[in-house]
């Protein structure tokens, strides 16, 4: 395999990974909110965390809840309110994700065109 192929191999394996995962208290430590605060959010529906596996229920949260975790506390520290982050968040959350199966899709084609060549 050149290492071109090589390195489309790679990106779309990181790409698909979705398993990445942080517990409450470091997405609290890197977004700078309490783990109370993440929790109302997400009995509130606003974020969700990931499923665990084992008997220990630990609170385990995706990168991508990482963002709209950020953009939320950004949003309400420019005034808004929970609510109206959380919906302007969501919104970008919908562009993020057209924008991670575009490039996906994208990466899919060159791959493709490059075994042609």
Known sequence: MN????FIQRVRKIVKQEKFVLGIGDLATAIGVSQ???RYWEKQGYIRSEQTTGTRQHRKY??????KVHMIQSYIASGFT??????KSGL???MANALRRLIGERLFRFSQRQKWV
């Open 82 to 87: 929970l609510n109206v982050a959380a919906e």
């Open 92 to 94: 970008h959350e919908e």
């Open 3 to 6: 290492n071109e192929n090589d």
């Open 36 to 38: 109370r605060q993440l």
């Open 62 to 67: 995706s990168y991508v809840t990482l963002m």
